[in-house]
Nanobody, 126 residues
Framework: QVQPVESGGGWVQAGGSLRLSCAAS????????MGWFRQAPGKEREFVSS????????EYGDSVKGRFTISRDNAKNTVSLQMNSLNPEDTAVYYC???????????????????WGQGTQVTVST
């Protein structure tokens, strides 16, 4: 399986938290930068967060800094996104992605990611 699989989306009230997870095959995941992106209806895809292959570097989009935390477990081939203090503007489909080539850092460029999950819906109500 090359395509990563997201889980953990759902509905939450404003101010609440959700944790997204993404699982990928070892062959796809190993040594790769991972990213989270999101897309709300009628809007362009937006970078959320990225983490280097060893977890040593992380990057966040301006709209989620200080509220979201990305992490990875290389033994389990998973990457997670802890989302706190959610607000209605966070409502979107969240996608996990695997960068196409081995790379030592993070990336916020969607075109650099080759493998994308199907997405998981996050809905934040007032």
């Amino acid at each position: 399986q090359v395509q990563p699989v997201e889980s953990g989306g759902g509905w939450v009230q404003a101010g609440g938290s959700l944790r997204l997870s993404c699982a990928a095959s070892g062959r796809t995941f190993r040594g790769r930068t991972m990213g989270w992106f999101r897309q709300a209806p009628g809007k362009e895809r937006e970078f959320v967060s990225s983490i280097a292959w060893n977890g040593g570097m992380v990057e966040y989009g301006d709209s989620v800094k200080g509220r979201f935390t990305i992490s990875r477990d290389n033994a389990k081939n998973t990457v997670s996104l802890q989302m706190n203090s959610l607000n209605p503007e966070d409502t979107a489909v969240y996608y996990c992605a695997v960068r196409s080539e081995s790379f030592s850092g993070t990336s916020h460029y969607a075109h650099e990611y080759a493998y994308w999950g199907q997405g998981t819906q996050v809905t934040v109500s007032t």
